[in-house]
């Protein structure tokens, strides 16, 4: 890699004496592993502070392997400030890309949307919308995107005062009875 790429860190964990284990969000090659070496050398290595979730980065790396070595990073910006239960849906939807990203798929769209709904929940209390939105749409990412505009029946769209309930593998079906439907309005 020669040139500095938009990054986000999704974990970071010691490694060795004085590095750290960080799974990266990039912009154009995806998630992926590095190590970052001598982080913890003497008191003025601030530039470590800046390796965390949730502050937007430039890196560069290289290596062939699976893990690469991190050769250079700065913060683009300022920490996005998270706290308390924005905190916990930041960490969540973390874990929801490390869990669900394969290594080295990039998703640049998903990049900008990760980015967005870090800022949201940053601004908000409710933080439901939000987190549901990005969950809609990294599905969509991810090719499994949810039908939700049309009664898979008639292929019509949805009415808003009328009740539906969401049949696994088709999608919005008219309900019949007021016990098994969601308001769509």
């Known amino acids: 890699m020669s040139e500095m790429e938009p990054a986000f860190l999704l974990h970071r964990r010691p490694y060795a004496n004085q590095g750290a284990l960080v799974e990266c969000l ?13 982080l913890y050398r003497g008191t003025r290595s601030s530039n470590a502070a800046i390796l ?3 502050i937007p980065l430039s890196l560069k790396w290289s290596g062939k392997g699976e893990v690469k070595s991190l050769l ?18 930041g960490f969540y939807i973390n874990e929801l890309l490390m869990r669900l990203l394969q290594r080295h798929d990039p998703h640049g769209e998903l990049f900008g949307i990760y980015s967005s ?32 505009n049309l009664d ?14 969401y049949q696994i593998e088709k999608g919005p079906v008219p309900a019949t009875n007021r016990g098994e439907w969601y308001n769509i309005g």
């Open 117 to 148: 709904t870090l800022s949201q929940l940053s601004q908000t209390t409710l933080h439901e919308p939000v987190l549901r939105y990005f969950e809609i749409q990294l599905l969509e990412q991810l090719g499994y995107g949810l039908i939700l």
């Open 52 to 54: 965390q979730p949730f």
């Open 152 to 165: 898979v029946e008639s292929e019509m769209p949805l009415i808003s005062d009328r009740g539906y309930y």
């Open 72 to 89: 250079g990073y700065e913060a683009e910006g300022h920490a996005i400030e998270l706290h308390g239960r924005s905190l916990y849906c």
């Open 26 to 38: 990039t912009l154009r090659h995806g998630r992926f592993p590095a190590i970052a070496k001598g």
